[in-house]
């Protein structure tokens, strides 16, 4: 079963830019849609953005404009660029595709 392994979180000032990235033990070129999901404390997870394999991409309200997913099928990874950070986007972000999660990287925005 493929695996996920999130990086890139971090602390970063409202405004700020960050880069997450989403490395799969395997080729995700199979994989129908992978996507990045967050849960901030005391909230349910929620769908941040996806992208499938045919390109097609999808996005949370809130984050329109804002992140943008991509993916690299050459590296096995999926990007989420996420710039004009709000103290909301606080939460921890996890990668998914074929039903299968990654651990998380968290991500502060605060002054």
């Known amino acids: 079963q493929v695996q996920f392994v999130e990086s890139g979180g971090g602390l970063v000032q409202p405004g700020g830019s960050l880069r997450l990235s989403c490395a799969a033990s395997?080729?995700?070129?199979?994989?129908?849609?992978m996507g990045w999901y967050r849960q901030a404390p005391g909230k349910q997870r929620e769908l941040v953005a996806r992208?499938?394999?045919?390109?097609?991409?999808q996005y949370a309200d809130s984050v329109k404009g804002r992140f943008t997913i991509s993916r690299d099928s050459a590296k096995n990874t999926v990007y989420l660029e996420m710039n004009s950070l709000k103290p909301e986007d606080t939460a921890i972000y996890y990668c998914?595709?074929?039903?299968?999660w990654g651990n998380g990287t968290p991500v502060t925005v605060s002054s």
């Open positions: 992208i499938f394999s045919g390109g097609k991409t």
């Open positions: 998914n595709g074929d039903s299968r």
């Open positions: 395997r080729s995700i070129l199979t994989i129908y849609a």
